[in-house]
């Protein structure tokens, strides 16, 4: 199973809709997910940036891999007043290269 991470950027002062709206997240969107092997799904924030730093296991497809997903494009347009996106509404994500991992 791979393990990938990528960073985002939430708007300042977005942090509690932020995490609001992820306590509340589709059902739908959590099947789907899960559905194309995506698992263990974490999203951490750093605070003094607002760079939200997100790592996920995968046996499939990654979440930045669904973006013609109609639910992903509605969750898209929903978070985009919090993040930085792009035209599309897709977050404006990038990959981070994996240097280190110890059990």
């Not at 002062?13 to 709206?21: A, D, I, P, S, V």
């Not at 263990?40 to 891999?65: C, K, M, N, P, W």
């Amino acid at each position: 199973m791979e393990k990938v991470a990528f960073k985002m950027k939430l708007k300042p002062g977005m942090l509690e809709e932020y995490k609001k709206r992820h306590q509340e997240i589709w059902p739908e969107l959590v099947d789907l997910l899960r559905c194309n092997g995506i698992s263990d799904y974490t999203i951490f924030l750093d605070e003094e940036t607002d760079t939200l730093f997100a790592v996920q296991r995968l046996s499939g497809h990654s979440s930045q891999d669904l973006g013609n997903e109609v639910i992903v494009q509605k969750w898209w347009l929903y978070m985009r007043d919090l993040m930085e996106v792009n035209p599309d509404n897709s977050p404006i994500s990038k990959n981070l290269q994996h240097v280190f991992h110890m059990d």
